[in-house]
């Protein structure tokens, strides 16, 4: 992302009278290469361990076996689930970043 960032910065140089306009498409392309994807990563593992909890309680719970399975179970479907939607979210950022991209190429002719 660093290159794409010397792009915006060349932009921003090469078009003085338009920085204004460009500076919040800059600071948006900042802030999505650096997303990190905790907060989706967050919401699904909260989500995860809400349907994870929900399922136990109207099942029996984890008593109905091994109980240590079970728990390793659940924890290994919730800590999947953060994986996931960190991953997820990591994606969508750089789709976003992409089309910001995209978006300023077509309308500056950068």
Do not use: N, Q
């Not at 392309?29 to 995860?48: D, I, P, R, Y």
């Not at 390793?72 to 979210?89: Q, Y």
Request: glycine content about 12%; proline content about 3%.
């Amino acid at each position: 992302m660093r290159h794409s960032e010397s792009v915006l910065d060349r932009l921003l140089r090469s078009l003085p009278d338009e920085r204004e306009r460009l500076r919040p498409y800059v600071d948006r392309a900042k802030a999505l290469s650096s997303e990190c994807g905790c907060s989706m990563g967050g919401a699904f593992m909260v989500a995860a361990l809400a349907l994870v909890i929900g399922y136990e309680v109207t099942h029996g719970g984890p008593g109905r076996g091994h109980v240590i399975v079970g728990l390793l179970r659940d924890a290994a479907i919730v800590f999947s689930a953060g994986i996931a939607g960190k991953l997820i979210g990591l994606g969508i950022a750089r789709v976003r970043l992409a089309w910001l991209y995209r978006k300023l190429r077509v309308r500056y002719h950068a």
